[in-house]
């Protein structure tokens, strides 16, 4: 068990790092970055700590929430930046949790968390009520990686990978289908291939799914590629992408015997996938660079931000968008931008990619 704990660690940190590969001359589109509107969040009571990165919205764009990585809780505003609630609270009770593993926003404005400490899933309302606890993938044969799950048509998707390819993740399969009891469905899907060159020991895949068109798209964080399934029949739809100009792996292999100061050395100015997006015409992979600052003081914003955007009907490369922000999330065609982190001026910026400036 000690083992198995400190894999864990160490792959919680390699999910932070990710040579130079060949360049592809790369398309010359133009698209931009035009911001429409700025919105700081209310100073909420509770007082809210410190975000995670990347946040959900509800379909209609009302509602964000923030998961507090310091309290273990969720924080709930409006569009507009408005404090409306706090889901949850530390502890093992009913409505408390113990670690936000993942957690996303339903078609119904239902919450689900993954607490990772108690293994269950638990579902609220917004008011913060308690709709649904169940245990979550007891006795099965692999681990989630949970901070890319997303809710399905009343089922969880998420990434996996297969206990026996711990050590070998090209061999697992990449998905599952999770009933709201925490029951398997369906795993499907296989590691991008890319995993076997990528000089990273990791099995982290970042996700997006279409739920209009039934299709999932995952990206391995150490990879330039992306995958895309038919969540009808679990087929896969398509392989696509390339290196970027800003996209790079470490020069030497990082494993989990590295102690961690030769695995930050590695992954120094090296990228990793960020985050993965969809909007109507684009879909957007979120590179971060791991920057010396970044190690040294882990301040989300000591780390360079690159959108690199791909056509969603043809799934060319369509340019890199160098940014000094982090995306936070994508809605209705939207992107925002978490300006600054600070709690006192927690600030969101919008913007919509146009062929204009």
Known sequence: MIYKLFITGIFGFLFFSCSSENRTNLSTAEIFLVKTDSIVLDQADPLYGKFYEHFKISNSGDIWIFADRLQEKLFVFNKKGMFLNVIGERGKGPKEIMRIAGFDINSKNEV??????????????LEGNILHSSSFLENVKFGTTPFAMQSYKDKILTTIIENQYMFEPSESKLLAMITVDGKVDTVFGEFDPFTKHDNNYNFFNEIAVDENNNIAYVN????????????????????????????????????????ISEVTKRATNTSFGAGLFLTDKYIIQ?????????????????????????????????REILTPYTLGAVNNNKLYFIEDFNPDKYSIGVYELNKEK
């Open 220 to 259: 391995l964080v150490s990879s330039p590629h992306i995958q895309s399934y038919n969540l009808i029949n679990f087929s896969i739809d398509s392989y696509f992408g390339e290196p970027s100009q800003s996209f790079s792996i470490p020069d030497k292999e990082i494993n989990y015997r590295l102690p």
């Open 112 to 125: 689900w968390i993954y607490d990772s400490s108690q293994r269950k899933l638990k579902i609220f309302d």
């Open 286 to 318: 979120h590179l971060q660079i791991l920057t010396e600052e970044w190690f040294k003081m882990t301040d989300y914003s000591l780390k360079k931000n690159i959108l690199v955007v791909y056509d969603r009907n043809t799934r060319k490369f369509i």
